[in-house]
């Protein structure tokens, strides 16, 4: 079964605007990562958050996590037509080694 | 870095054949793990090795699935007498074991068609 789940399902925005995305999952994690999949293609690594982080910057992307709601936002800034794709969020239990996706937010961005 | 590669990238096979994908991890990670993705869902969580251990299964997997990672570097994954509902994108990512934070490289996945 998979861990989290992303909210909203699908996003449409037009460009320069900023998109966000949330995240929430069920149990303790040891840290949390966002993905990015373009159509029929593997998933890209984004960027990471860790248990013990409230915040982190990538560029124009800004990931928030608060542990004590479970839940994680994912903030695109100035958004470009080639954000267009889905995103997940992958959390990886305190408990092993695997690591649980959600179900996704598909993001459009018009141009 | 090369990347991880899988193969084939598709594959169109009749119900109750059996079928077989092999990924070539990253040279040097150590964790190497399965996921199953359908349309419009996220990743689903198969099994995954350090080095040549198989560490984790699924539940959800059944015993026509099967995964091997003999010298702890390519790893296939096998499923026997596949059904209609085997038909799925599947991935293959490696990571390093610790360190690295657990970032998951992803390959571009095989796709299979069960008809």
């Known amino acids: 079964s998979q861990q989290g789940e992303e909210d909203p399902q699908a996003l449409s925005i037009q460009e320069g605007e900023n998109a966000t995305m949330n995240c929430s999952y069920k149990t303790s994690i040891n840290n949390l990562q966002w993905y990015r999949q373009n159509s029929g293609r593997g998933l890209v690594h984004l960027i990471l958050?860790?248990?013990?982080?409230r915040e982190k910057h990538s560029g124009r992307l800004r990931v928030t996590l608060d542990t004590s709601k479970k839940s994680s936002s994912l903030l695109i800034t100035a958004s470009r037509a080639a954000d267009t794709a889905s995103y997940f969020c992958a959390t990886q239990p305190d408990t092993g080694n695997q690591f649980y996706f959600g179900t996704g937010t598909s993001l459009t961005v018009i141009p | 870095d090369t990347g991880v590669s899988q193969d084939p990238r598709h594959k169109i096979t009749k119900r109750g054949q059996n079928v077989t994908f092999r990924c070539d991890p990253i040279s040097e990670h150590n964790r190497l793990y399965w996921y199953r993705q359908t349309l419009g869902q996220g990743p689903e969580f198969l099994t995954y090795f350090q080095n040549e251990a198989q560490l984790e299964k699924s539940r959800l997997l059944s015993d026509r699935f099967s995964a091997e990672r003999p010298k702890g570097s390519f790893s296939t994954l096998e499923i026997q007498r596949t059904e209609q509902g085997d038909s799925a994108m599947y991935l293959c990512?490696?990571?390093?074991?610790?360190?690295?934070?657990?970032?998951?490289?992803f390959g571009e996945g095989s796709r299979l068609t069960v008809l």
């Open positions: 990512a490696s990571s390093k074991l610790a360190g690295a934070g657990g970032e998951l490289f």
């Open positions: 958050i860790r248990s013990n982080e």
